[in-house]
């Protein structure tokens, strides 16, 4: 079953931002959304439906580790939205309570 994948203000932002940087982060992106179309369960489980993604950066070829995390927010068994992305080697984690801050005023 493919879902509907929607992205919200705040990650076309970070993209936006990201590119300058990562040239082929477009590339990048699409393979991740063809795979989350097939499971929008993939990644780690954080909590009430979000998910933290990991995303190699083919921009610098240094796997998945050091590459991008992309959140998602997995609704209702059929909507999912991509909420924010971020370089690994930019920020460490982002809090829970923040991603749900972002959730509710974006979406």
Do not use: C, W
Not at 41 to 63: C, D, H
Not at 65 to 90: E, Q, W
């Amino acid at each position: 079953m493919n879902y509907s994948i929607e992205t919200i203000p705040r990650f076309d932002k970070d993209v936006k931002k990201l590119k300058k940087r990562f040239p082929k982060i477009k590339e990048d992106l699409s393979l991740l959304i063809e795979e989350l179309s097939k499971n929008p369960e993939l990644g780690i489980a954080l909590e009430s439906g979000l998910y933290k993604v990991r995303l190699q950066n083919s921009s610098i070829p240094t796997g998945k580790r050091a590459g991008f995390r992309v959140v998602t927010y997995y609704v209702n068994g059929d909507n999912l939205y991509l909420v924010t992305m971020y370089a690994k080697s930019d920020r460490d984690t982002i809090l829970t309570h923040k991603l749900k801050e972002i959730i509710r005023d974006e979406i």
